[in-house]
């Protein structure tokens, strides 16, 4: 099974408004934490929010918050606002200990597109 | 302060030779981290270092990669007898301690292309 899953290849969003990206996660650690990075033509990884999860409110930066449903495994990105800036390809991410070491799993990311 | 570097940003090699990338981690930063971005792909971790433990190195794709971290700072990723397939942008990044739960910064990245 993915451990962490992107299913949206590609969003369009006008600018100005709110979009959601989408993630869901799979672990059987209780312990882990969810990022998300944004990563732009230039290729830098951005990091932008993160999530633990034992943590009980929605982790919210800015303009960027994460819409954290444990029992679902999901754990959505929400850009309000958004801005021509914002196009870039965004990826989920999760951290959790397996065998005395760190895992890291990227989903594959959702390329988003902020029209004028 | 200053983040993660990578030198070279841009390496391209004929298939067979072998390729050394760097990375710079930010200063007093303990863990540091390799992955490898092939064109249109999420990130593929490859290894993990923290302080002076054995370094995790699950995820390097075969024995032609190798890498160490000396001194608990700089780290050097060698791929040996590069193939195409070897072509991608690596990533380094580095965190504050190496805990399960810490947010990584990464670098700019090598574009390495295998001719």
């Known amino acids: 099974a993915q451990k962490i899953t992107q299913t949206q290849p590609g969003m369009f969003v006008q600018e100005k408004e709110a979009v959601t990206l989408d993630c869901t996660y799979d672990?059987?650690?209780?312990?882990?934490?969810l990022f998300w990075y944004k990563q732009p033509s230039s290729g830098e990884m951005i990091f932008l929010i993160y999530q633990g999860s034992y943590d009980q409110q929605n982790a919210t930066e800015g303009r960027y918050s994460l819409n954290f449903q444990k029992a679902r495994k999901s754990a959505n990105l929400v850009i309000s606002a958004s801005q021509l800036g914002d196009s870039a390809m965004y990826f989920c991410a999760m951290r959790e200990l397996s065998g005395g070491y760190q895992k890291v799993t990227f989903g594959i990311g959702t390329k988003l597109q902020v029209i004028p | 302060g200053a983040g993660v570097s990578q030198s070279p940003s841009n390496k391209v090699t004929e298939k067979g030779k072998d390729v050394e990338l760097r990375c710079d981690p930010i200063?007093?930063?303990?863990?540091l981290y390799w992955y490898r971005q092939s064109l249109g792909q999420g990130l593929e971790f490859l290894i993990y270092?923290?302080?002076?433990?054995?370094?995790?190195k699950s995820g390097l794709p075969s024995d032609r990669f190798s890498a160490e971290r000396t001194g608990g700072s700089v780290s050097t990723l060698t791929i040996q007898r590069t193939q195409q397939e070897d072509s991608a942008v690596y990533l380094c990044?580095?965190?504050?301690?190496?805990?399960?739960?810490?947010?990584?910064?990464f670098g700019p990245g090598t574009r390495l292309l295998v001719l």
């Open positions: 200063s007093g930063h303990t863990a």
């Open positions: 270092f923290q302080g002076n433990s054995a370094p995790d």
């Open positions: 672990t059987s650690d209780p312990s882990y934490g």
């Open positions: 990044a580095s965190s504050e301690s190496g805990r399960a739960l810490e947010t990584q910064y």
